[in-house]
């Protein structure tokens, strides 16, 4: 009695175990093939920051105070010209003159 228990027990759980591994494979293909809605050369740093606050910032578990100090931290980027640049044209040295910038006391 206790083998076939066992057997059951043992049997289901694998079989729960492949379909929910096949499950997360596949949604993490999903989320692979459509995470971009756009391609990076037709979008600017300022709009993938405002995708980003729409789609990823306001919908999840984070306090209103969290949310609302990232909005202002998305704020103060998009006044820097860095925002209105093309993804596609970022380079590490626009990067770092940007943060330079932050570290010296610019806004």
Request: glycine letters at 6%.
């Amino acid at each position: 009695m206790q083998a076939a228990i066992w057997f059951r027990k043992n049997t289901l759980e694998q079989k729960v175990k492949s379909e929910t591994e096949k499950l997360l494979r596949q949604a993490m293909d999903d989320y692979e093939s459509k995470k971009f809605i756009a391609k990076s050369e037709n979008i600017t740093i300022g709009e993938l920051l405002d995708i980003w606050a729409e789609e990823e910032l306001k919908t999840g578990t984070l306090s209103n105070g969290t949310v609302q100090n990232y909005l202002g931290a998305i704020t103060n980027i998009k006044k820097h010209p860095i925002s209105e640049r093309k993804l596609k044209n970022v380079t590490s040295e626009h990067l770092q003159a940007f943060f330079d910038l932050l570290s010296f006391g610019g806004t």
